[in-house]
């Protein structure tokens, strides 16, 4: 069956912007050897030509993600990237009720969250948080309460590094549902299955940057999906 085209958020001669799906990978990965699905192939077949992606989102996670169709603008962009040039905006689905209603986590986080930290560096990283609503489900995952405490969180990493905001927030001991690395295996079940759906409840939003050739400032948008619907509705 042939794949769905991915969803073009901007196209010119330089980048390429799409809004990714959730469960698709950037690239193929040894990790995910049998996984022939990826969002570099599936695009480059799509527009024709090579392309090249300058950040990544991790498998779970969907929304904003730009490729660039020219190895130097691909350069380009990383530089952009590492020099803090860009400015990125996540949505995240979080177990808890923050005490706050913003704050900022400021936690080194070793390099390759894969490993044991011990012995790694440990890298600056702070991410920026605002909880943009609170919620109460009717799913009983502890044995002392019959309902399930949830957030919306609003979160801008000022760095980039790897499942940063993942981690970030199992710092603050708000885990992101649906995290099956950072987060509760059975409170993730147990929302997946009142939900009727079982993701990262992790979105990249907005992702502002300079472009890289004509200099024009750009905002790149990738509204949430229809299953975030009920997270964004007003509160009554």
């Not at 399930?148 to 980039?160: F, H, I, K, Y």
């Not at 079940?189 to 409840?201: H, K, P």
């Amino acid at each position: 069956m042939p794949l769905s085209p991915l969803r073009l958020l901007h196209l010119d001669e330089y980048l390429a912007v799409i809004d990714k799906p959730a469960g698709l990978l950037v690239h193929r990965t040894a990790l995910d050897a049998h996984e022939d699905d990826a969002a570099v192939q599936r695009l480059r077949d799509q527009l024709g030509q090579p392309v090249w992606p300058v950040h990544r989102l991790d498998r779970g996670t969907s929304g904003v993600l730009v490729f660039a169709l020219q190895a130097e603008t691909a350069s380009a962009l990383g530089v952009a990237l590492a020099e803090r040039l860009t400015h990125k905006r996540y949505l995240a689905l979080v177990r808890g009720w923050p005490a706050d209603d913003q704050g900022t986590v400021d936690h080194p986080l070793a390099r390759d969250p894969e490993l044991p930290s011990a012995g790694q560096p440990m890298l600056d990283a702070q991410t920026h948080w605002r909880c943009l609503q609170r919620f109460t489900v009717p799913v009983p995952t502890h044995p002392q309460f019959p309902d399930t405490r949830l957030s919306l969180l609003a979160c801008e990493p000022v760095q980039g590094r790897r499942h940063q905001i993942r981690r970030h927030l199992k710092h603050l001991a708000h885990p992101i549902i649906g995290d099956a690395n950072h987060g509760k295996g059975p409170l993730n079940r147990a929302l997946a299955a009142f939900l009727g759906q079982q993701r990262l409840w992790l979105h990249a939003e907005r992702m502002q940057l300079q472009h890289p050739v004509t200099n024009a400032p750009l905002t790149l948008e990738a509204p949430p999906g229809p299953e975030w619907a009920r997270w964004l509705a007003p509160q009554a």
